[in-house]
């Protein structure tokens, strides 16, 4: 069984920051990437950002490019999203996802491509 629980949301104004953590327990050592989703009242869930375990390559959504950044604390089964310059466009409940099986891509962008899932964080920007 994997456990992901993600921390870190609030009520921020536009052009604060957040960082975003996420904490995988059990097993871990066979993770293959871990991501962030997000999903806005009324609209689907989308893709944010993901980060492939092994290597370390990285994939952003065009809409974040430039202001969130993903990493990794691999030592403490830890993925982190770090926003800057948040928009009220930004507001949305944030998942972690995890991944345990390979696929053909690395830094996959699907959801159906997760496994495990977080509870959710909300994050809500005023303008």
């Known amino acids: 069984q994997v456990l992901l629980v993600e921390s870190g949301g609030g009520l921020v104004q536009a052009g604060d920051s957040l960082r975003l953590s996420c904490t995988a327990s059990?097993?871990?050592?066979?993770?293959?990437?871990m991501g962030w989703f997000r999903q806005a009242p009324g609209k689907e869930r989308e893709f944010v950002a993901t980060?492939?375990?092994?290597?370390?390559?990285?994939t952003y959504a065009d809409s974040v490019k430039g202001r969130f950044t993903i990493s990794r604390d691999k030592a403490k089964n830890t993925v982190y999203l770090q926003m800057n310059s948040l928009k009220p466009e930004d507001t949305a409940v944030y998942y972690c996802?995890?991944?345990?099986?390979?696929?053909?891509?690395?830094?996959?962008?699907?959801?159906?491509?997760?496994?495990?899932w977080g509870q959710g964080t909300q994050v809500t920007v005023s303008a």
């Open positions: 996802a995890a991944k345990y099986s390979s696929s053909y891509y690395l830094t996959p962008r699907e959801q159906y491509e997760y496994d495990y």
């Open positions: 059990g097993l871990t050592s066979s993770t293959h990437a």
């Open positions: 980060m492939s375990w092994s290597i370390r390559t990285t």
